[in-house]
């Protein structure tokens, strides 16, 4: 199950959606040119990078490069914050001239963004 909570059709030029892993479930492999990033919010995933077994649990987090044959998998259901996005850098006018556009969102303003949003799962599914 996903949540789109950022999209290329709102104008963004990366993804951003939650993930509900469930029991015995395999991520889908990158499509071309992209790179995705991912925020563990609860449970674990299972990364096999180059032949090892790499296990991320809550709020650890992993990088895949575009062209990667890395799989990730959980036994037991995991929930995620995922950013993807085309690799490459974008350029951008400013005032003094043209400028890289800033990358993907900082470690930490990932953590307050899942927090958040964890918080506000937990308050709706009291009620």
Excluded at 77 to 89: N, Q, S, T
Excluded at 107 to 121: A, D, Q, Y
Aim: proline residues 3%; hydrophobic residues 40%; aromatic residues 10%.
């Amino acid at each position: 199950m996903t949540a789109h909570l950022i999209t290329p059709a709102r104008g963004a030029h990366f993804t951003m959606y939650l993930v509900q892993m469930t029991n015995d479930s395999r991520a889908s492999q990158l499509a071309a040119g992209v790179e995705r990033f991912i925020f563990v919010v609860q449970g674990q995933v299972l990364i096999s990078h180059s032949g090892k077994k790499i296990k991320l649990s809550s709020n650890d987090y992993a990088y895949f490069p575009p062209g990667s044959s890395d799989t990730m998998a959980s036994s037991d259901g995991a929930g995620l914050c995922v950013f993807e996005r085309v690799y490459g850098k974008k350029v951008w006018r400013t005032r003094s001239g043209l400028g890289t556009c800033p990358g993907l969102l900082s470690i930490k303003m990932v953590k307050i963004l899942v927090h958040s949003w964890h918080n506000l799962c937990q308050i709706f599914t009291r009620r």
